[in-house]
């Protein structure tokens, strides 16, 4: 039988510009950009703690510059705006039962908030004495 | 009764080598969905007008199209909601055929692909006696066996726009819903097809899928379902040697 070609209409670039729910699902891949900055940081940490003192203030340094205090803020933004997101996401990727009962999606989203704020009060425990 | 204005890119390849935009005036009322405003344009006002439609009631998944850019079921869609412009457009990502109809041969391909039916090799070598399923079993698929095949998920996919061979959220939901159901023994067989690059890996999570899904089927938790589903199957394997 013939089949008439086969010709997909190609996507342009901007295709995720025009519907405000494909801008926030870039917005949710994009807040990888200032994390790898975030990590990027760390890992130079970890280096100049290796090298000796010097090296170390002057990392502490570079910490406390108003840029990098600011990228550092945004990275944090970030990583709240991606956990929100992957936390709505989280129940409809892995759906938990009990029994012959399904655990509510919001109680599943409620329990990983209830994780982040157990996470950070040990922090405040640990590092807070210091 | 009252009238409102729809733009409908037409195409009509034997006419002309690129679609264009024609506007229509249609009487409309509370009721009038966008599948009559299209009847109204055909029977009364240019009989040319190509679409697909069939039961008027979103089940045979005929008539979609797209309704100022969104995948939309003509039937299941209201003039009374749109108060500004209404573009109608041929289902996105699929090749156009003609006016609003698209080629779905690619989306049908993908379904086959998967092989949406029961498999029991068991079960054909004996005597005809009917399934047994508990309600506890029916409500493991049962959300994902709601599909109606309408493709509306595929023209909201942009992975499935920026790669036709992604086999795409309807026939990675319909897997997932087979591979999930109590009778079948086929899950061996489509694990194969699903756990490749362009199986359940080239889904993304955009979700948009799922927000169009006229049959709340949430193929979006469906296809990142199957791929819990891929990583067991692959650590599995690499155990087994």
Known sequence: MHKPPRAHPP????????????????????????????????????????????????????????????????????????????????????????????????????????GVLAVLLLFVWVFGRA | MTTKQISIRRYLPERDDAPFWQPFEVPVDDSTSLLDALHHVKESLDGSLSYRWSCRMAICGSCGVMVNGIPKLGCKTFLRDYDGEIRIEPLAHFPVRRDLV????????????????????????????????????????????????????YSACPQFGLNPEFLGPAAL???????????????????????????????TFVGFCSQVCPKHVDPAAAVNQGKVEAAKHTLIALFKG
């Open chain 1, 11 to 114: 996507l342009p670039r901007n295709w995720w510009l025009k519907h405000r729910f494909f801008i926030a699902y870039m917005a949710r891949e994009a807040t990888v950009l200032p994390l790898v900055f975030f990590i990027v940081c760390l890992l130079a940490g970890t280096l100049a703690l290796s090298r000796g003192p010097d090296a170390w203030q002057g990392w502490i340094g570079f910490m406390g510059s108003p840029p990098v205090v600011a990228l550092n803020a945004l990275a944090l933004v970030a990583s709240l705006y991606h956990a929100w997101t992957f936390f709505q996401l989280f129940p409809r990727v892995m759906p938990l039962r009990l029994g012959d009962r399904s655990v509510p999606a919001s109680l599943m989203v409620a329990g990983q908030w209830a």
């Open chain 2, 102 to 153: 698209v080629d779905m041969e690619i989306f049908l391909e993908h379904l086959a692909a998967v092989k949406p039916y029961l498999i029991d090799d068991a079960q054909a070598q004996e005597t005809a006696e009917t399934y047994r399923q508990t309600p506890q079993q029916l409500a493991r698929y049962r959300q994902f066996s709601n599909c109606i095949n309408c493709g509306l998920c």
């Open chain 2, 173 to 203: 939901t319909l897997a997932h819903r087979y591979n999930l159901d109590s009778r079948d023994r086929g899950k061996a067989q489509r694990m194969p097809e699903l756990n490749r690059h362009d199986g359940v890996w080239s889904c």
